[in-house]
């Protein structure tokens, strides 16, 4: 079974593109999209996870994982579910015992709707914080620890960095305690200066977490100078790393050589969506959510003359 919680309105057996309040699904492994029938209630579906959840990861300090996905934007709900089962078989191949759980915001499914969908991404991201992360992290015994993480792609970042600054900013969730472990951008649709220590924008983002880590590739080119020029957005965190200062929370994770050395085919976007379909980085997902070794000690990570970490594929 896969879980998934909706953030868009109904259509037929299905979901619109339209902004909406929350629906869980518990979609069988038979489906190839999501549909209204498959929901269940909230109750239902938190139980389900809370008990795929035990395991996760050999680290003894905890209980279990769950894994947050936030999908980007130009995704239909087939690729969101897709993308889905890619880490959760990519992840459980490294050894991951726990649970990936997706949440769906209402992305259209053409590119030429990137500014309504980061409009609906927005006016969506609360949910992520409000049905997911706050809804497990009060469901937390001393005695039975399940670490929560989140790993975002590209327009999926933002909404994790809006969901988490919205949080903040509404006193029902604000006044509760709530955090997550490990946050993981890959491809991130975010300006590179967002997510320097002091900048307001992220400061909910590393307030709630205890590592945030940004991987990024040079050669991304839905992220180009050329894409974003057009769209009037600054240079990328997905594209270009973060900027300095670097928050002590945050870890920079060039891509661009590996992605180079490796043969991810030449489809459109590849160099902004190969994070799925290599196991290199699913074994470096699987290492930052276990938390046992040092950001610098992955068998997958090798430091650079930049200051950074770059991603290898390991001998």
Not at 228 to 255: E, F, I, T, W
């Amino acid at each position: 079974m896969d879980y998934v919680f909706v953030a868009r309105g109904k259509r037929g057996d299905g979901f619109s593109n339209e902004p909406s309040a929350s629906h869980f699904l518990a979609v069988p492994e038979s489906a190839s999209t999501l549909a209204w029938h498959q929901r269940i209630s909230k109750s239902a579906w938190t139980k389900a996870i809370l008990v795929e959840a035990e395991g996760g990861t050999p680290n003894p300090n905890t209980k279990g994982d769950i894994l947050f996905y936030v999908h980007g934007f130009n995704n239909s709900q087939a690729k969101v579910l897709e993308r889905h089962r890619k880490i959760k078989n990519g992840l459980r191949h490294q050894g991951f015992k726990g649970v990936v759980v997706s949440f769906d915001w209402p992305s259209a499914d053409t590119a030429l709707n990137y500014l309504e969908d980061r409009e609906d991404a927005k006016l969506s991201a609360f949910r992520l914080v409000k049905d997911g992360v706050a809804t497990f992290s009060a469901l937390q015994q001393p005695d039975c620890r399940i670490d929560l993480h989140i790993l975002a792609h590209s327009m999926g970042c933002y909404v994790v960095r809006e969901a988490f600054d919205d949080a903040d900013d509404r006193a029902r969730i604000a006044g509760k305690s709530w955090s997550v472990s490990q946050i993981m951008l890959a491809a991130a649709d975010l300006s590179v200066d967002s997510l320097s220590e002091g900048n307001p924008k992220s400061s909910s983002l590393y307030r709630h977490c205890v590592r945030l880590t940004n991987y990024y590739n040079p050669l991304d080119d839905a992220l180009s100078i050329s894409a974003v020029k057009r769209l009037g957005v600054a240079p990328r965190a997905g594209r270009n790393g973060m900027a300095d200062p670097k928050h002590r929370k945050g870890v920079n994770v060039y891509c661009g050589k590996h992605f180079k050395d490796s043969d991810f085919g030449r489809g459109p976007n590849v160099g902004h969506t190969w994070y799925f379909d290599d196991p290199v980085f699913m074994e470096d997902v699987f290492q930052t959510i276990s938390g046992q070794l040092d950001r610098a000690e992955f068998r997958t990570r090798v430091p650079t003359d930049q200051g950074n970490l770059a991603l290898i594929k390991p001998l």
